[in-house]
């Protein structure tokens, strides 16, 4: 069974900074392509930010430069680092890992929400 973990989301002013981190069991990490997505109210889950196995990374266009995505394979985490908050990045945002076995729709975390006051 594949569990994401998030974590570090929470309540911040415009401008701030938060991280978050999600932590999955399993040694299929190392390969794995991860995500992170977020979802706003009344809106379609968006991707914000993904890495592959090798480190190349990928970003929507309105995070780039302020987010950057990370990930430490000999603790199963991947980070999101968001700077320059703004009220438009307030969602849950969730974790997904796409590996072997499921390359498809991945894994999913339970999501953290992140809300960014004006």
């Known amino acids: 069974q594949v569990q994401l973990v998030e974590s570090g989301g929470g309540l911040v002013q415009a401008g701030g900074s938060l991280k978050l981190s999600c932590t999955t069991s399993?040694?299929?990490?190392?390969?794995?392509?991860m995500g992170w997505y977020r979802q706003a109210p009344g809106k379609q889950r968006e991707l914000v930010a993904n890495i592959n196995s090798v480190g190349s990374t990928n970003y929507a266009d309105s995070v780039k430069g302020r987010f950057t995505i990370s990930r430490d394979n000999a603790k199963n985490t991947v980070y999101l680092q968001m700077n320059s908050l703004k009220p438009e990045d307030t969602a849950v945002y969730y974790c997904?890992?796409?590996?072997?076995?499921?390359w498809g729709q991945g894994y999913w975390g339970r999501g953290t929400q992140v809300t960014v006051s004006s």
């Open positions: 399993g040694s299929i990490f190392s390969i794995a392509i």
């Open positions: 997904n890992m796409k590996t072997h076995g499921n």
